[in-house]
């Protein structure tokens, strides 16, 4: 494992020639990067664009961004309001016109109102698994989970756990440049603790696993080495205590590492590993100081904003794959205070940041092969509790999709009179998963392996085709 600190001649910020030099490749997240490419190179080739029956938007999309804010967002505040409802039901907000007539959201999503011709909102989403892991688990893998009681409501991830979607178009339809297939921005929270659940690859092996940028950060322009390799290699935190020098560290490395006549020497996948890492797509797509001040001001001062912008930069380097996970500890679940924080906390960001998101995509002729959706784990309950807040409920709630023929300016699906369940074309996490590998050029219905040879179904769901350009 790659550590930044010791004796030697130091090329950057402590690191040493030998140190780059004494491994084959660089370790992410407890893996060798000369594993994963040699994973990746042995990987079969069933599910790459393979035609589905059906719609012709079958692989439409270059990329994908997930935003997943996790702890369930209000449905009946956001996205689907009941202005008939009882009073106990309906809550505080109040539903706004948009500038699609007949489509109304929450007056707290100002920008979004202005966009709803760019995107389609599907209110019908439904899934039994009222509880945040085990509900984020099926939301981002597109599967249940086996619940065992002797594990609790909560059980922790293994190795058998089945692997995100994300991880799955990492094995099946990697990067075609020197860029990484599968990023993730943030990871998920329970109080403190890494939940985890359907993040990662699971049985598919750790070499599918998302390369994730962890929150504390800078969001000033920089990419932050420090945050970075602190949770990828086993390095000292401290010990790289100048925050702003991130990018020249990678561009002074990138040459040390590519005139070396030992690298040269180094088997092919290793040598591959380490031109991932110091190729100059890898030190762009991070490199938001890159971006004019008006596109920051576009995007808003958040981080969640500047995370937005950070995926957009992305998915235009090249990664197929981009997540996005919520900033806080399950921020979303609004047991109490459901409305305040609403309005004056989580509303705000993302009404900028995802708005930005679209403009920006659309602005650079990327929204018509970039696939953008918006969920949670779940929704909130119909009646609100005697803390003004809503608790779990994950019968159903809504979902945003924007991109890659998904036609804006429409619903899909729609729910009872107190939105608690729905009353016509009930989607499951599934089906969105699965309108994702659709999109991307994956046979939802075809196999991949895991690490022990199984074969696995990449999804059970079915896209929903008339959502579908």
């Known amino acids: ?113 202005k966009l709803t011709n760019q995107y389609a909102i599907v209110r019908s989403v439904t899934h039994r698994d009222n509880d945040h892991a085990i509900g984020a688990y099926l939301a981002l893998t597109g599967y249940s989970h086996p619940k065992n009681a002797i594990l609790g409501i909560e059980p922790p991830a293994t190795p058998q756990d089945l692997p995100s979607v994300g991880s799955v178009v990492s094995k099946v339809r990697p990067a075609d440049r020197a860029i990484f297939s599968y990023v993730t921005l943030g990871d998920l929270r329970h109080f403190g603790n890494n939940d985890s659940l359907g993040q990662n690859a699971g049985c598919l092996g750790r070499a599918y696993d998302p390369f994730t940028l962890p929150f504390e950060r800078p969001i000033d322009g920089t990419l932050d080495l420090r945050g970075v390799t602190s949770v990828l290699t086993k390095i000292d935190g401290p010990q790289m205590n100048d925050r702003r020098q991130l990018v020249d560290c990678m561009n002074r490395i990138a040459p040390a590492l590519e005139a070396t006549a030992d690298m040269r020497s180094l ?53 197929p794959m981009v997540t996005l996970y919520s900033v806080g500890n399950r921020d979303w679940d609004t047991h109490s205070h459901n409305f305040r924080l609403l309005k004056d906390t989580l509303l705000p960001p993302l009404d900028q940041g995802l708005s930005a998101l679209l403009q920006d995509l659309t602005s650079r002729g990327l929204l018509d092969d970039t696939l953008v959706i918006w969920m949670g784990d779940m929704g909130r309950t119909p009646r609100i509790n005697r803390d003004a807040g809503r608790d779990h409920w994950s019968f159903c709630y809504s979902v945003v999709m924007a991109g890659a023929g998904i036609r804006g300016g429409q619903t899909y699906g729609s729910s009872d009179r107190h939105a608690a369940y729905p009353s016509t074309n009930p989607v499951s996490p599934g089906d969105l998963a699965a309108g994702i590998f659709h999109s991307l050029g994956i046979d939802p219905r075809a196999q991949v392996r895991d690490q022990q040879g199984r074969p696995l179904i990449v999804s059970a769901g079915n896209p929903i085709h008339a959502l579908l350009g």
Not at 55 to 62: D, L, V
Not at 67 to 86: E, M, Q, R
Request: charged share 25%; with cysteine; aromatic share 8%.
């Open 1 to 113: 494992m790659l550590s930044i600190h010791g004796p030697g001649s130091r090329l950057c910020d402590g690191i040493t020639r030998r140190e780059m030099l004494r491994v084959g490749g660089l370790g992410f997240t407890g893996l060798l990067w000369s594993d994963l490419l040699r994973c990746r190179a042995g990987a079969a080739a069933p599910g790459r664009k393979v035609r589905s029956p059906g719609a012709g938007t079958f692989g439409k999309s270059k990329a994908c961004i997930v935003i997943f804010n996790y702890g369930g967002p209000s449905h009946l505040d956001t996205w689907d309001l009941k202005p008939d409802a009882p009073r106990e039901v309906r809550g505080e907000f109040k539903p706004a016109a948009t500038c699609v007539p007949g489509i109304s959201i929450t007056e707290h999503l100002p920008r979004l109102a």
């Open 267 to 319: 088997e092919d996948f290793s040598r591959r590993a380490y031109q991932l890492l110091s190729s100059s797509a890898t030190r762009e797509a991070f490199n938001l100081a890159k971006e004019p001040p008006k596109i920051h001001e576009l995007y808003g001062p958040t981080r969640f904003g500047q995370n937005c912008l950070l995926a957009r930069r992305l998915v235009e380097a090249g990664v």
